[in-house]
């Protein structure tokens, strides 16, 4: 299975690729635009999403920072921690708008938010998610089961 | 410095570390030395043995990061001064070294945050400005603004001028011509006005720069006009459309200014003039149309952008008022000297809610014209401005009457107290409160306030026994009440009634009443239960600060601590050393408290709080502990290398486990600070686990870096599921629980009803309409944030009805969604009639009234907005947004 891991740092890639080599090709992609970009050019079978980007830099930062920073009183610096925070719903839905329908897993602990995780399954299905501590296993295991 | 929290006080010549211990002091006297000889090293090994030793004195802290500083170790000095966030010294460390490492977010916030630590001084607006010239020239120009009225500002000093030069070229290359200006002028105004030298070289630079964006914008100009001048005849054809215009003629006017831009529709003065009478005839988008392209084509004519900036302010009832003193601003650029257009633009800008430009223009008017027409108005707008004004203190507003206590019954309640207050011990005055009591009494017999009064005063009089009937028929009516229950435990012991007396003192206790928690101490010392004591002094400390007994609380402690050290010492029997051994441990396990204290003892702590276990959860047990179980996977198939990578990552320098010892201490220091002895690691029932495994997984080093085997992986396993199962939903549900309020119709009430209580109120006639969503709202914030939010929007609301006359005002509860994260927003909708005109700006910039500002603070605080918006059925709508928690929510991200 060939799968793009989203995420500013390297953590994921690194440690998925030394846990679970076999059976799994794991590509990196630092940012939104980049995953976009390989996207394009490249065919994966599922994206493995981080949630927060906030080592990214601002440029690559997808979202629009004043309409972000109207919710925050006008406050620049809110607005960019909420873009970081909340970046994995934001590439996710860049994805789906450019016309990706590859199944996506959240790296995401939405267990406490049902009705904001069924949102999002309403509007950007096929998508999963998976708490901080999970581990490799479940991972894989998880990845199957999305693709089927 | 926090040596005052842990150590005794220094007296007069007296070095900060003669407070040491003997060891700490002599590992620290070395360091200092080792420093002055460059031996750096061998100083941050000593520096960090202190830090080790005694964690709450942060010089150690300071000197040693400023040792990794000069070391180059940046990233290891950056993680020594976070060890102490809420030092001034170290988080002004911090801040430089976030600037000099170009990390200008960061460096931001942390010099605002000197703001609230050192509010005496405003030195640091000036560093601020320059981080946040970064990423925002314009906020920086604020601060810089901001800056230069204050007392204690320096214009002239070297430092000062540069980062006014290094704003105003940043503002300058984002093309904000007018600010870079304005910034340059004023602080050539302030250095005048405040009769400062600055540096020869740095002042010459200001005046180069200034000089510079004016033949810049001039040549920008002069290169993109594209007017073409009128003809003679054109000429004179525009002066008869302007002669027919001074009598009346409007639509003659018009239509002869339509025939010559016919002929050259690039006449720059006949748009200008064609604006004039659009206006005149009442289409005034058309008249901005007309000017604006005047200015398009001529550039560099002052008269056009200050005739936009004219219409703007006169036609739009201040929703433009930026704009407009903007379009000021251009006019300003080509003729800066025009005194009026500065006065004008201070005005809009006042209006606007740009306070600190507002404040540059109305200077700049009275440089250049300090006896003009509007000089003592922009005077007495500056003096309202220079006036300090403290924010309204942040406390619980006082109770209001009961409702069941009628008006007579509550006046003759509070005239007895104040005659009892100032009765002295004077019986007859001490009568005196009771016939006036006696009114209280009379009709509002259950006001248990008037009981508990009649009992002091009994008591004053001597006359125990009626006061001990009274305290204990108190307490029929409300059996909740800690003084009280004080009070009576402190007369029956008095009539030797002990255990009814400690039976009251419990009860006090329980309902965390720090006077009863200190006669329990008192008691137990006297009878030698020192464990007793001492839990009784933590639960003291837990739940006060200050109070007239807390320094004989902590005269106490000390006492205990001494009995205990006493015994130590005095034990030479190895039988009394086999029973004081344990008794040592069982009293370290015993002693101090978990975290739900703290949160208890200082719910303002939540934050930091939330901060750490959300970094335990995201830094030390996401990529890290996740890993042992697949760790363990290889083990059982004997492949050592995972185990050997994982062990790298665990316990390197800045791996998971020194991560997460120094998050455990952050938050024991947090405790201190708050005046809360924490016992994480015995007390804490989600901490304490992770605490005992973190320590197991510790102990595995050497095995994990050598393979290990079968029993190892079995190990690992059981630490995982205590790390990343237990561990992992103990922080998730610490963090979910805080801080929950449920929005209702009773809260909003409440709210109201508070609001009326008050004097400008009390007789209105305005009605409050509530509207709420079919389901529960629940938002994560302090009630009293809530109340205030709430009460300073409803009061508005009801004095503007009040004032127009228009009898009714609502709050409208409605949810708004993300559609791309999902997560939802309560938008809480105070609605009135009245016709007063207030715009988002206006409510932002917070000059409408210092209750709002107070509000429009809490929201952000609060991570959430406010804006004016149309309400169908009224004539406006306050709507603050504020994050909707789903019941049992996280918190954090991931």
């Not at chain 2, 409160?433 to 009649?454: C, G, T």
């Not at chain 2, 996977?633 to 492949?639: F, K, P, S």
């Amino acid at each position: 299975m060939r799968v793009l891991v989203v995420e500013d740092g390297l953590e994921y890639s690194e440690l998925l690729g030394r846990f679970l080599p076999d059976g799994f090709e794991w590509e990196r992609a630092g940012s939104g635009p980049v995953a976009l970009e390989r996207l394009a050019a490249e065919s994966f079978d599922a994206i493995f999403l981080d949630m927060r980007f906030d080592r990214a830099p601002e440029g690559e930062l997808l979202g629009d920072l004043e309409e972000v920073a109207d919710r925050f009183n006008g406050d620049p610096v809110q607005a960019r921690r909420f873009l970081e925070d909340h970046q994995g719903n934001y590439v996710l839905a860049a994805l789906r708008e450019a016309g990706r329908r590859e199944p996506v897993l959240l790296s995401y602990d939405f267990d406490g938010e049902p009705r904001r995780w069924a949102r999002i399954v309403e509007r950007y299905a096929p998508v999963d998610y998976l708490p901080d501590n999970a581990n490799p296993t479940d991972i894989a295991r998880r990845l199957r089961r999305l693709v089927g | 410095m926090a040596v005052g929290l842990l150590l005794p006080a220094v007296g007069w010549g007296q070095a900060p570390w003669d407070a040491l211990d003997p060891v700490p002091r002599r590992l620290y006297q070395e360091g200092r030395r080792l420093e002055g000889e460059g031996a750096l090293e061998g100083a941050a090994l000593r520096y960090r043995k202190v830090v080790d030793l005694e964690p709450g004195w942060t010089q150690a802290l300071l000197d040693l990061g400023r040792v990794m500083e000069r070391m180059g170790r940046l990233k290891a000095a950056e993680e020594v001064y976070g060890r102490a966030p809420y030092d001034a010294d170290a988080v002004e460390a911090l801040a430089w070294l976030m600037l000099r490492t170009e990390r200008p977010e960061r460096a931001a916030r942390l010099f605002r945050q000197m703001r609230d630590l050192r509010p005496e001084t405003s030195e640091f607006l000036v560093p601020e400005a320059r981080a946040v010239a970064a990423f925002d020239a314009s906020g920086a120009a604020d601060i810089l603004l901001r800056y230069l009225e204050r007392p204690g500002a320096m214009p002239g000093a070297g430092p000062v001028v540069e980062a006014f030069a290094e704003v105003a070229r940043r503002l300058y290359r984002e093309q904000a011509m007018v600010e870079a200006t304005v910034l340059l002028d004023r602080l050539v105004d302030a250095i005048t006005e405040r009769n400062q030298d600055a540096p020869d070289e740095a002042l010459a630079a200001v005046e180069a720069l200034r000089e510079r964006f004016a033949v810049e914008e001039e040549a920008r100009a002069l290169a993109s006009a594209a007017g073409v001048p009128l003809i003679p005849q054109q000429r004179a054809e525009l002066a008869r459309a302007r002669e027919a215009f001074a009598a009346g003629a409007v639509e003659q006017a018009e239509r002869m200014l339509r025939v010559i831009l016919v002929a050259n529709e690039r006449a720059d003065e006949a748009w200008a003039a064609l604006s004039d009478v659009l206006e005149a005839r009442g289409d005034v988008a058309g008249a901005e149309r007309a000017i604006r392209t005047a200015e398009e084509l001529a550039p560099s004519v002052a008269a056009y952008p200050a005739r936009l900036g004219d219409l703007l302010a006169k036609h739009y009832g201040g929703r433009h008022d930026a704009e407009s003193a903007e379009a000021y601003g251009r006019a300003l650029l080509r003729q800066g000297a025009s005194s009026v257009l500065w006065y004008r633009r201070g005005r809009l800008l006042q209006r606007a809610g740009q306070p600190e430009r507002a404040i540059a223009s109305f200077r700049r008017y009275l440089a250049l014209e300090p006896q003009g027409p509007y000089a003592e108005r922009a005077r007495h707008v500056l003096d309202g401005w220079e006036r300090e004004r403290p924010d309204p203190p942040e406390v619980a507003r006082a109770p209001g009457r009961p409702a069941s206590v009628p008006e007579a019954a509550w006046f003759a309640h509070h005239v007895a107290e104040v005659r009892y207050r100032r009765a002295d011990g004077d019986p007859d005055a001490l009568r005196g409160a009771l016939e006036e009591l006696a009114v209280a009494r009379e009709l509002a017999p259950a006001f248990a306030r008037s009981v508990n009064l009649e009992a002091a005063i009994r008591r004053a009089l001597g006359e125990d026994d009626a006061a001990r009937a009274l305290y204990a028929h108190s307490l029929t009516l409300d059996p909740d009440q800690p003084g009280v229950l004080v009070s009576l435990a402190s007369l029956e012991r008095r009539a030797g009634e002990v255990a009814s007396a400690d039976a009251h003192l419990v009860h006090a206790a329980r309902l965390g009443s720090a006077d009863a928690l200190l006669h329990l101490a008192r008691q137990d010392v006297e009878a030698w239960r020192l464990l007793a004591a001492r839990e009784h002094l933590e639960a003291y400390f837990a739940s006060t600060t200050s109070g007239v007994s807390y320094e004989e609380a902590v005269t106490l402690r000390a006492q205990v601590d001494r009995r205990v050290r006493g015994l130590v010492v005095g034990a030479t029997g190895t039988g009394l050393l086999a029973i004081l051994l344990p008794l040592g441990a069982r009293w370290r396990q015993r002693s101090g408290a978990p975290l739900e204290a703290l949160l208890r003892a200082s719910p303002i702590a939540w934050r930091e709080v939330a901060r750490v276990a959300s970094a335990i959860r995201h830094e030390v047990l996401k990529h890290n502990t996740t890993v042992l179980p697949s760790v363990a996977d290889a083990l059982e198939v004997r492949d050592p290398d995972p185990a050997r990578w994982a062990a790298e990552k665990l316990f390197a320098p800045h791996g998971a486990v020194r991560r997460f010892r120094s998050y455990i201490d952050e938050l024991v220091h947090l405790g201190q600070l708050h005046g809360v002895r924490l016992n994480l690691r015995y007390q804490d029932p989600v901490l304490g686990p992770l605490i005992a495994a973190m320590d197991r997984l510790a102990g595995l080093e050497a095995e994990l870096r050598t393979g290990g085997g079968r029993r190892l992986a079995a190990e690992l396993r059981d630490i995982s599921h205590a790390l990343n199962e237990t561990g992992y939903h103990g922080l998730g549900q610490l963090l979910r629980r805080v801080c929950l309020l449920e929005l209702g119709e009773a809260l909003i009430r409440d709210v109201w009803e508070a609001v009326r209580q008050e004097a400008a109120l009390r007789e209105t006639a305005v009605d409050l309409e509530v509207t709420l969503p079919g389901e529960p709202i629940w938002l994560r914030i302090f009630r009293g944030d809530l109340h205030d939010i709430l009460a300073n929007l409803l009061r508005n609301a009801a004095e503007a009805s009040q004032e127009s006359g228009t009898d009714r005002i609502g709050v409208r509860v409605a949810l708004d969604e993300d559609a791309i994260t999902g997560l939802e927003r309560v938008a809480i909708r105070v609605v009135d009639q009245a016709p007063r005109r207030i715009s988002t700006s206006m409510i932002r910039g917070r000059y409408i009234g210092r209750g709002l500002g107070l509000a429009v603070d809490l929201i952000s605080r609060n991570g959430g907005s406010v804006h004016v918006e149309d309400e169908v059925g009224w004539s406006k709508a306050i709507v603050v947004r504020l994050p909707r928690v789903e019941q049992g929510a996280e918190e954090e991200e991931g």
